[in-house]
């Protein structure tokens, strides 16, 4: 829309449109006053203004566009102001939006950085309980690893024991086919002389036959002759019989003589044929079918009594079942070194091995002395260890018969001779075992399981299950007759270090009983 201006002689031109037509003369002249048409009010007030704007306006745009170019029209500016504007507000709106988004991001990231320090710290206590629990596995690794090197190394140990051993029976087994060689060649020896002998004595049978010729023919003169008849004097002698055919003597013969070694050898007495009358002799020259008196000294052993009928063993000790807890400890222990060792009980087996009767454990050896049924060769026999490695396997199978037996197990230094004694009856002997070894004070004594360090180290499996009754231990070695008195309840030997009265310490489900005989104990 063209608004134009009224000016004064009624023409209608633009406000600066005499500036232009006037060329350099208009800019002295001033424009003139503006006679308004048809001012009656406020309304045509506003008319003439907005009449007036867009003239002015259009005369300011005219002055700038010289005749030289061609301006562009002022809406397109205009439009391009607003396209700037726009893209202004446009730019300040991505800014202001990228304030925010900036400032949401900082928030986020602060409630990241909350969020992911909550995270480490629930993190980092994971991974110390994990620590924790991998340091606990890692000392039970340990102590398992340590314990199986203690376990093989005694292994080993008893291996190279256990070697040694078939080494010392492969060599006894050597000498006893020597000396049953040398049985034999003995008895063809024996043989031969007594052959000889046999000649001997047919020739001493015919002289002792003519001999008693003579005496009968002697009684039938003196029986003619009468009593009296004969005068007194001396009796006319006798010729002498003729001598009997004298045997080459034995080392003529190439055979030993009666004394001989080889001769003992053979086990055997020599004698004479006996005489058709005579009653049968056995080879101690005893009359067979006769019983010899018996002097004031002699005695008949009593028969072994059964062990249900023994009485008065003192307190007995249950293990009901295989726990590492089922545990007797004897104390003080060994006041002293010990050169020699009785150890003496009543037991009775529950289950179908022996397990550990007794354990002696010191810091320098957790096994310096054991009684041990667990690693045994033969099911039912124990090994008795003294001084680890050195060992002897013991014959115990009566006892897993699930009833009441006597064992008493007796080692010296001396010579290192050691007896094994059940029921009474003597089972097992040797010597060369531990000679002149002293077993050293100190240790931890306890009873039911094997020490694999002092005081502890205690497997299951290695547990003993049954009953133990009288157990009593001696610093020297007992004699049979003690041993046989132990055995029928009739009294304790003097001098023993240690009894069932010394187990002050009894753990687990062990039981502390005491029976008037074995018949009523569990």
């Not at 710290?121 to 890692?138: C, I, M, P």
């Not at 529950?350 to 957790?366: F, I, K, P, V, W």
Request: charged share 20%; hydrophobic share 35%.
């Amino acid at each position: 829309m063209l608004c134009m201006k009224v000016v004064e002689g009624g023409s209608s031109l633009p406000w600066h449109s005499s500036r232009a037509v006037g060329g350099e003369g208009a800019h002295s002249r001033r424009p003139r006053p503006v006679r308004v048409l048809g001012m009656g009010g406020p309304r045509t007030t506003l008319s003439v203004f907005l009449i007036f704007v867009p003239v002015y306006l259009h005369g300011v745009l005219s002055r700038e566009a010289g005749p030289a170019a061609q301006r562009k029209p002022f809406f397109e500016r205009l439009r391009r102001l607003e396209e700037q504007f726009r893209r202004l507000q446009e730019v300040t709106l991505t800014h202001l939006r990228g304030l925010a988004s900036n400032y949401n991001l900082s928030y986020d990231i602060d409630t990241r950085f909350q969020s992911l320090a909550l995270e480490t710290q629930a993190v980092a206590l994971a991974v110390n309980r994990s620590q924790a629990a991998v340091q606990g596995d890692l000392s039970r690794l340990k102590n398992w690893m340590q314990k199986s090197q203690r376990r093989s190394r005694k292994l080993d140990s008893r291996l190279l024991a256990l070697d040694s051993v078939l080494s010392d029976r492969d060599r006894q087994l050597a000498q006893a086919g020597k000396e049953r060689e040398a049985q034999g060649d003995g008895l063809a020896s024996l043989g031969l002389a007594l052959r000889a002998l046999q000649d001997t004595v047919a020739g001493l049978t015919h002289l002792v036959q003519s001999q008693g010729a003579r005496l009968a023919a002697l009684e039938g003169r003196l029986q003619v002759a009468g009593p009296g008849a004969v005068a007194p004097g001396p009796t006319p002698a006798l010729p002498p019989p003729p001598p009997p055919p004298l045997p080459l003597p034995l080392p003529q013969l190439g055979l030993p003589s009666l004394g001989s070694p080889k001769l003992q050898r053979g086990g055997q007495a020599l004698r004479a044929p006996p005489e058709p009358g005579d009653p049968p002799q056995d080879f101690a020259g005893r009359l067979q079918g006769t019983r010899e008196p018996q002097g004031p000294g002699s005695q008949r052993t009593r028969p072994p009594e059964r062990p249900g009928e023994t009485c008065n063993v003192g307190p007995v000790l249950v293990f009901p079942n295989a726990s590492t807890q089922n545990v007797a400890f004897l104390s003080p222990g060994f006041p002293a070194g010990l050169r020699a060792l009785s150890v003496c009980s009543w037991v009775r087996v529950a289950s179908g091995h022996l397990g550990t009767l007794l354990s002696y454990a010191t810091e320098e050896n957790d096994n310096k002395l054991v009684l041990h049924g667990r690693d045994s060769l033969v099911p039912g026999s124990v090994h008795f260890v003294i001084g680890d490695p050195a060992f002897r396997e013991l014959p115990l199978q009566p006892l897993l018969d699930g009833r009441w037996h006597h064992v008493c197990v007796i080692w010296t230094s001396t010579l290192g001779r050691y007896r094994l004694h059940v029921d009474r009856r003597l089972v097992a002997t040797g010597s060369r075992f531990r000679e002149g070894y002293e077993i050293p004070p100190g240790g931890s004594l306890v009873l039911g399981q094997e020490q694999d360090s002092v005081g502890g180290g205690f497997d299951s499996s290695e547990a003993f299950v049954g009953s133990v009754a009288g157990l009593a231990i001696w610093d020297r070695a007992l004699v049979p007759g003690e041993v046989a008195s132990l055995a029928t309840g009739r009294g304790l030997p003097p001098g023993a270090i240690l009894t069932l009265d010394d187990a002050h310490r009894v753990g687990g489900f062990v039981q502390r009983v005491n029976c008037s005989c074995l018949a009523l104990c569990p």
